[in-house]
């Protein structure tokens, strides 16, 4: 998925102001792990990011992406996704919105409801704890997935193809 343009320069701008406010450093370093996770609307895990920003910082190592990224979220400029127990994946998209993931290759895709936005909280919950926010997660197979699996269904027809 990509990110509009216009957006990604929103997107650094905002950051710029923040750490300015911070006083946080504005090292090339930091612009250039922050900004690819604002350009990628994949929600990049750490060794994602790294892999991407290696390519024109050699030297940079996993460790600072990781560092790097949580300070990120301590400023609250990117959130993270999904338990912790997991491999944390990083999100620059701060306005609300809700995921969907295929179960089948592990994209996770934004999208937006109005509907989901005003979800009620069950008042069940409140025995559990108290809830901040509500983020719902849809479950599914995406649109390339569903294409590759027809393909394969489709096989025996491609193979009377080659024949001819
Ligand atoms: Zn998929
Ligand atoms: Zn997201």
């Given at each position: 998925m990509t990110i509009d343009q216009k957006v990604i320069e929103q997107r650094i701008?905002?950051?710029?102001?923040?750490?300015?406010?911070?006083?946080?450093?504005?090292?090339?370093?930091r612009l250039d792990i922050f900004r690819e996770v604002a350009r990628s609307g994949d929600h990049p895990d750490a060794e994602t990011v790294w892999k991407s920003v290696r390519k024109q910082a050699p030297n940079l190592s996993l460790d600072t992406v990781y560092r790097t990224l949580w300070l990120l979220n301590d400023l609250g400029l990117i959130k993270t996704l999904g338990s912790h127990h997991e491999r944390t994946r990083f999100d620059a998209n701060l306005s609300r919105h809700h995921h969907f993931i295929c179960t089948s290759c592990g994209l996770t895709k934004d999208f937006y409801s109005e509907t989901f936005n005003n979800l009620p909280v069950p008042d069940d919950l409140s025995s559990v704890g108290a809830v901040e926010t509500l983020q719902v997660e849809a479950h599914g197979i995406c649109s390339k997935c569903s294409a590759l699996n027809r393909q394969h269904k489709q096989k025996p027809s491609v193979k009377e193809d080659y024949h001819e």
């Open positions: 701008e905002h950051f710029k102001q923040v750490c300015l406010n911070a006083r946080v450093k504005l090292t090339r370093q």
